[in-house]
């Protein structure tokens, strides 16, 4: 092999023996899906599990990987003929495998004709999403169509050229409706609750308004099943590209580095064909809902809170803060008992080894996942982590002390990105303008800030920020963090949780 060389499917024989290749006959392999978001998550999740199921059940499921906002997928992806290396990283372990399962990449970011194209096909049954949590325009308090935003605006306006992904695919499904009538799954694989209900309650809300029979066809011949995924697959670093070159002697401009651990539990309800994911360790199910609530409260919850109070304390990766023996007690004491005593049963699933073995993932030190990019869109997150928990504990009449710490620290995240606090650090977060317009006309007044942040509705629901116990604890933890001290909100909370069960074990005494 000559030095240096780029991945392509020429190259496949002769990569060295270390790297794993697809054991299928790739030149065969049709389309039969289409991936909205490919990422770094989809190259480590859903693609992997399509390159297993191809190399144990060969059948026409090659996937067309489609991105509608940047990075462009041509220049890496496109120019390797799909293929990449997928790095499993866990400590000193390195695994290598080029994954085969991508067959094709469309760059449809200037127009929204080339992922027409692709999504209106007849060869294409399903589509698997990964557009990250606003990429649905739903309202996160509400799941609802949010239709103030101006994409929905614009695509309500302009139905053949839509920007939005509910615009978009409100469109793919008209256009299928029209030639050749073939039913189509949609997969959502992004960290929302309900996911499949939210999609198929963005999609259908945007074709009720364009009337025309378009929603009851979806209804007819449309699903939309939920899912719960998981892989930690942090944003790829240069480093990581270097990393392949020098190890294995090939560049490679697409790879992808996850974590050994991987689960997708997927709704049973599908139209038309179904990919046997659950002959290659993914599981159909009647009901998600206990999965992604273990998930999203558990490890999502965790990495949430790591990252911005992670950040507040000066640290870099989720590693570096769980590595903070501060932190990590934290986080475990939130976890264990707070978080956990709201979730349901989940077969199979063991609470407390499921909460050690979500730490014992976060302290991976192989997998440099940044707590700036866990805190992005932090506002489209902590419903669903931190939020629905804290509601279920309050209307069980139980503490929220330690759950209310990580919600005061996405706050601070944000107001110490604003100006009047010195622009700390740069942020991404659809509702970043907003609460830097309330810390500037607020000042630094805690109980100000606080209940200007816990009036925007389209986060916290009005029952929950209007709750006293709820507010009280997430002021008194802003002021803190707002601090010199940052820390001290953390250490006071625990030291707060240890005197309330003393209180409590007195009285039942
Ligand atoms: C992370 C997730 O960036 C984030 O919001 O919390 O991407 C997380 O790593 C995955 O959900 C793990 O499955």
Redesign the pocket.
């Known amino acids: 092999m000559n030095a240096l060389e780029t991945l392509s499917p020429a190259l496949l024989e002769r990569l060295p023996a270390a790297v794993q290749t697809p054991s299928y006959d790739r030149t065969v392999l049709a389309p039969g899906m289409a991936h909205l978001g490919v990422g770094a998550?989809h190259r480590c999740h859903q693609a992997e599990y399509t390159d297993d199921l191809l190399s144990i059940r060969f059948d026409r499921w090659g996937v067309v990987g489609i991105n509608i906002r940047p990075p462009g997928l041509a220049d890496t992806l496109g120019r390797q003929g799909g293929l990449y290396t997928r790095l499993i990283r866990d400590n000193s372990l390195i695994e290598a495998r080029v994954i085969g399962s991508i067959v094709g990449v469309v760059d449809s970011q200037a127009s929204a004709a080339p992922a027409l194209h692709v999504l209106s096909s007849p060869d294409i049954d399903l589509v698997t999403l990964t557009v990250t949590e606003k990429g649905y325009c739903h309202i996160p308090s509400s799941g609802e169509l949010d239709s103030r935003h101006p994409d929905i605006v614009h695509d309500l306006a302009n139905p053949a050229t839509p920007r939005s992904v509910p615009g978009l695919l409100a469109r793919a499904l008209e256009l299928r409706r029209a030639t050749h009538g073939r039913p189509l799954t949609l997969l959502s694989c992004d960290?929302i609750p309900t996911n499949g209900i939210i999609l198929a309650n963005v999609v259908r809300a945007f074709a009720e308004r364009r009337g025309n029979g378009l929603a009851e066809w979806i209804e007819a011949n449309a699903a939309f099943p939920s899912a719960m995924?998981?892989?930690?697959a942090p944003a790829v670093t240069q480093d990581d590209l270097d990393s392949v070159e020098q190890w294995f002697g090939y560049r490679d401009a697409a790879v992808a580095v996850g974590e050994p651990f991987r689960q997708w539990v997927i709704e049973h309800k599908f139209a038309g064909r179904v990919p046997r994911w659950d002959l290659v360790g993914a599981s159909f199910v009647d009901d998600v809902t206990p999965f992604e609530h273990l998930k999203m409260r558990v490890?999502?919850g965790a990495?949430?809170t790591l990252a911005t109070l992670g950040v507040l304390a000066g640290l870099e990766h989720t590693s570096d803060a769980i590595a903070d023996p501060l932190l990590a007690a934290f986080v475990r004491r939130m976890l264990v008992e707070e978080t956990l005593p709201t979730l349901p049963t989940v077969p199979g699933i063991e609470p407390l080894a499921y909460v050690e073995q979500s730490l014992g993932r976060l302290r991976n030190i192989a997998i440099r996942?940044r707590n700036h990019?866990?805190a992005?869109d932090g506002s489209q997150?902590i419903v669903q982590r931190l939020l629905n928990p804290i509601r279920d504990r309050l209307s069980q009449g139980e503490s929220i002390g330690l759950l209310s710490v990580p919600v005061a620290g996405w706050m601070a995240y944000l107001i110490q990105a604003s100006a009047r606090f010195g622009r700390r650090w740069p942020v991404s977060d659809p509702f970043a303008g907003k609460v830097a317009a309330i810390a500037e006309a607020t000042g630094d007044d805690a109980q100000a800030l606080a209940a200007g942040i816990l009036a925007i509705d389209t986060i916290f629901d009005p029952g929950l920020a209007a709750n006293d116990i709820f507010r009280r604890a997430v002021t008194s933890a802003l002021g803190e963090l707002l601090s010199d001290d940052p820390m001290a909100a953390v250490r006071h909370s625990l030291e707060q949780a240890d005197a309330s069960r003393l209180k409590r074990r007195a009285q039942s005494a």
């Open positions: 998550f960290n995924v998981d892989r930690i490890l999502n990495q949430t996942h990019q866990i992005t997150k």
